[in-house]
């Protein structure tokens, strides 16, 4: 009961802080932060750290970090604050890697550890979320408290034990600096991510795609060389942990591929779709092709329509971008061999349930893919349709001549229609 009773106070304490007093707290900052001080110990001997669990430090320090911004104090003022608040947490983390990483030590107890510091910063991030971007905490002069505590966290991804529990920790501070910090953390971006694809699994590749996809969207340009140095490392890793045998009845770890393969899928949306495609020219040629074949696979092969709408998006997006006579060299011949035939072997699959409302917007890319296609190379792709692809599908001439003519007259929604109805329901029968 003490516990919830410390719940909902803080939660008061954090509306007042935020909504109420905002204005009015300058005078009164320094005291409230003091007297805050004794439920801000790290390992406390004052009687509070059976009232309070770790969650409870968590809102705690979340509301200190927003007590500091609402001071409205000058920005040396508030750095001493944020100084306070932050620096038992940084010394304390940077003691136990010190320790783990020299000592030996039974399971519960290297446990133990590993959860203190996934909590060590976790306070860090918490207190950060009263900056809602990079500007926030500039105008504060909090900025390098942040900064300093990024390479003395990022040491724990060196620890070898309890690394899902570690990097859990250290993956959520380096997803509030890149909204807070901006910049200043694109020099602890490589180091960060050579140690978080280091001998990963199935859950650590997952969890990691989000935070560099989140990397791609806010720097784009800027981490551009960067990525395209660890790019195949990031796609090897990937496919290495997907080739892995897994016993068919476990449905657990099935769904944990089909995941997996989707954030595959949408790691490659982000490097398209924020505009850093040379991270994927400048691989070998051999390379490209293993990845353009990997977004046909994700189209074709796999019965799951969540990922066959994003690979063909990504075709689709790298049509506009590769096709025409004057695009990617290779590529046009690309769109002919593989991506013309996807984008028809795709819906013919008994998997393609017309039903399913996923299916239905995996087709609908199919048409946009279709729709590009004939945008970018013209009359040429329909002579290819005519003459020596769709004659291969067993279609009646009179039926080719009707998809041909939509593909070039009728407008995007008449022709998804078409492409749903008419065409695919056709070719089905006809197997």
């Not at 947490?89 to 940077?94: A, L, Q, S, T, V």
């Not at 981490?223 to 897994?246: D, H």
């Not at 819906?347 to 917007?361: E, G, R, S, V, Y």
Request: a neutral charge.
């Amino acid at each position: 009961m003490s516990v919830v009773i410390t719940y909902v106070l803080q939660c008061l304490f954090s509306v007042v802080i935020t909504y109420v007093l905002r204005a009015n707290m300058f005078n009164y900052a320094h005291d409230v932060l003091k007297r805050l001080q004794a439920l801000l110990v790290i390992n406390p001997d004052n009687g509070y750290q059976n009232l309070l669990s770790a969650d409870d430090q968590l809102f705690l320090y979340e509301s200190a970090g927003i007590l500091i911004v609402a001071s409205g104090a000058v920005p040396e003022k508030q750095l001493l604050y944020m100084q306070n608040l932050l620096s038992p947490i940084i010394g304390k983390f940077d003691s136990v890697v010190t320790k783990v990483l020299k000592t030996e030590f039974d399971e519960t107890t290297s446990a133990a550890y590993a959860q203190h510091l996934y909590h060590l910063v976790a306070y860090a991030s918490r207190a950060s979320k009263a900056f809602t971007n990079q500007q926030a905490l500039k105008d504060s002069g909090c900025a390098p408290c942040f900064t300093e505590a990024l390479p003395i966290f990022l040491r724990a991804l060196t620890i070898p034990v309890h690394r899902d529990t570690i990097h859990s920790g250290v993956r959520q501070y380096l997803h509030r600096m890149i909204v807070c910090l901006g910049d200043g953390v694109l020099p602890f971006i490589p180091v960060a991510v050579t140690h978080l694809l280091k001998d990963c699994s199935a859950r650590d590749i997952q969890e990691f795609i989000p935070l560099i996809n989140q990397i791609i969207a806010r720097f784009k340009h800027h981490i551009g060389p960067f990525l395209g140095e660890v790019f195949m490392g990031i796609v090897n890793c990937i496919f290495t942990v997907l080739g892995k045998p897994i016993d068919e009845k476990d449905e657990q770890a099935a769904k944990e591929k089909e995941t997996l393969r989707r954030s595959y899928f949408l790691f490659i949306a982000a490097v398209v779709t924020n505009d850093v495609t040379v991270v994927l020219t400048s691989q070998s040629p051999q390379d490209i092709h293993q990845v353009l074949m990997t977004l046909i696979q994700g189209g074709v092969e796999y019965p799951d329509p969540v990922a066959q709408k994003i690979s063909f998006n990504i075709l689709r997006k790298l049509v506009e971008l590769w096709g025409g006579s004057n695009g990617l060299n290779g590529f046009e011949e690309f769109i002919y061999k593989n991506i013309v035939p996807a984008t028809f072997v795709a819906p013919m699959k008994p998997t393609f349930d017309m039903n399913d409302a996923q299916t239905i917007l995996a087709l609908q890319e199919i048409a946009l893919t279709q729709k590009t296609i004939f945008q970018k190379q013209g009359g040429e792709v329909i002579d290819f349709l005519q003459n020596k692809y769709l004659p291969t599908l067993n279609l009646a001439p009179l039926l080719i001549q009707e998809y041909t003519n939509a593909l070039q007259h009728a407008d995007m929604k008449t022709f998804k229609s078409y492409l749903k109805v008419r065409l695919v329901n056709t070719v089905k029968f006809n197997q």
